[in-house]
């Protein structure tokens, strides 16, 4: 009964890869978010996206790429991993209203050598 | 533009104790709303306490309450009674309520400790 989930939880991988992270939500919520955490715990949005639709897009390298095939669901897939790319993704969502928060999924720890 | 101060990057607290998490917040919105997460060590976001800028009250949720003073734009957290499991990093966060997305933008975060 997972409300927000997201696979994997850790990755590890070589630079100039490309590797995808998932992202389900089970709580019929209609906004998506990427939220990227750096090394000081800095957490910093990068896509939002509302009904399938992108809302918006950080300045975030194109190499990231978030695909929403459905609702509950916001993939990223990042093309030629860099070292800099090495951080924690979380994934989150909400229902529309002002005061509806923002639940998180568990974060992908990812890690490019 | 949304920022979030918080100007504490590390706090202790004796057991049962109180403690108060600075939080100011810049925003030229006149409708917003006001979060507390709390992140411990397994790495996960959990949500504390929502504080909107209409709010009439002070939101309480058991041991955290949030003193919101809005001339001053803070919106400090306070923890009653601290327990070890409080132990954690703190993020304020603000969204407003103009456009779709109504993202959350963080502040750096106060790495709480509880000392037995």
């Known amino acids: 009964d997972t409300a927000v989930s997201q696979t994997p939880k850790y990755l590890v991988t070589q630079m100039g890869n490309d590797k995808s992270i998932k992202c389900e939500q089970n709580?019929?919520?209609?906004?998506m978010y990427w939220y990227k955490q750096d090394s000081k715990k800095f957490l910093k949005i990068m896509f939002s996206y509302n009904n399938k639709e992108l809302i918006i897009n950080e300045t975030v390298p194109n190499r990231f790429s978030p695909k929403s095939p459905d609702k509950a669901h916001l993939n990223l897939h990042i093309n030629s991993l860099e070292l800099g790319d090495s951080a924690v993704y979380f994934c989150a969502s909400r229902l529309a209203g002002g005061q509806n928060e923002q639940f998180f999924g568990p974060g992908t720890r990812l890690t490019v050598l | 533009a949304q920022k979030i101060t918080q100007t504490q990057p590390g706090m202790f607290v004796q057991e049962k104790e109180a403690v108060t998490l600075d939080c100011t917040y810049d925003t030229s919105d006149p409708s917003y709303g006001l979060f507390w997460y709390k992140q411990p060590s397994s790495g996960e976001m959990i949500f504390l306490i929502y504080q909107g800028s209409y709010d009439q009250q002070n939101a309480t949720e058991g041991r955290y309450s949030l003193n919101f003073q809005k001339a001053r734009k803070s919106a400090n957290l306070v923890i009653s009674a601290s327990q070890l499991g409080d132990s954690a990093m703190y993020f304020c966060a603000m969204r407003s309520f103009r456009g779709s997305a109504r993202q959350l933008t963080f502040g750096s975060g106060t790495q709480l400790t509880v000392l037995p």
């Open positions: 709580l019929g919520h209609d906004t």
